[in-house]
């Protein structure tokens, strides 16, 4: 079975700030992961993915993540927040199969002050 | 950029009625799912489907649910006596690899 634990279901960061959002998973195989962005009454958008090649990833919009195998983890970071990043972050697990259902963390909402 | 539709946006229907929920997938696309949000908590997998049959369904997908792919294009999810604890937005998903990509989605409510 696979799991996902995002810390912190709300995280308020200034404009200009570093945007660090946290991820870990639990696999028993190697794990696909993705970090999903949604916007108030829209679907689920695909910020990055890792499968497997380069373990730092980078995304739309600045971000990216770093998976670590040793620490089971996947946080997402951009360096500098905008306001329009302000959104709930999803982080998401599946297996190495083509058609491997998501399993998703409890989401993280995002909010960027002046 | 080709995109995942869901239809409609918004679903009222009566407790114990049947509801169908549509999908158009990305045209190229092989992998189809449906998952669903309860508000205030996290995205729910309920069934994927590959080649015209269910691949894999998680336990809240019973018997009051089915799947269909009715003919080349649209992506259906029938709830066939609807519960006030099915109101939440369904999403739909289809991919070609591992990524999938998702709709907009049904927010569904049931009175």
């Known amino acids: 079975a696979q799991s996902v634990t995002q810390l912190g279901s709300h995280v308020s960061v200034s404009e200009g700030a570093l945007v660090l959002l946290r991820c870990n998973y639990s696999?028993?195989?190697?794990?696909?992961l993705f970090w999903y962005v949604q916007y108030p009454n829209q679907g689920l958008q695909l910020l990055l993915k890792?499968?497997?090649?380069?373990?730092l990833v980078k995304g739309i919009n600045g971000f990216e993540a770093e998976f670590k195998k040793s620490e089971t983890s996947f946080h997402l970071t951009k360096p500098s927040a905008h306001m329009s990043d302000a959104a709930e972050y999803f982080c998401?697990?599946?297996?190495?199969?083509?058609?491997?259902?998501?399993?998703f963390g409890t989401g993280t909402r995002l909010q960027v002050t002046l | 950029e080709p995109e995942v539709t869901q239809t409609p946006s918004h679903q009222v229907t009566q407790m114990g009625q049947e509801v169908i929920l549509r999908c158009v997938p990305i045209?190229?696309?092989?992998?189809f799912y449906w998952y669903r949000q309860i508000l205030g908590q996290k995205v729910e997998f309920l069934v994927s489907?590959?080649?015209?049959?269910?691949?894999?369904k998680s336990e809240i997908f019973d018997d009051q649910f089915s799947v269909e792919r009715p003919d080349g294009s649209n992506f259906t999810l029938k709830i066939r006596s609807t519960k006030l604890e099915d109101s939440a937005m369904y999403f739909c998903?289809?991919?070609?690899?591992?990524?999938?990509?998702f709709g907009d989605g049904t927010r569904l409510s049931i009175l």
């Open positions: 998903a289809s991919s070609l690899g591992p990524t999938q990509h």
């Open positions: 696999s028993s195989v190697p794990p696909y």
């Open positions: 890792y499968t497997s090649a380069a373990t």
């Open positions: 998401a697990v599946s297996t190495t199969g083509t058609a491997s259902k998501l399993t």
């Open positions: 045209s190229n696309h092989l992998y």
């Open positions: 489907f590959y080649n015209n049959e269910i691949s894999e």
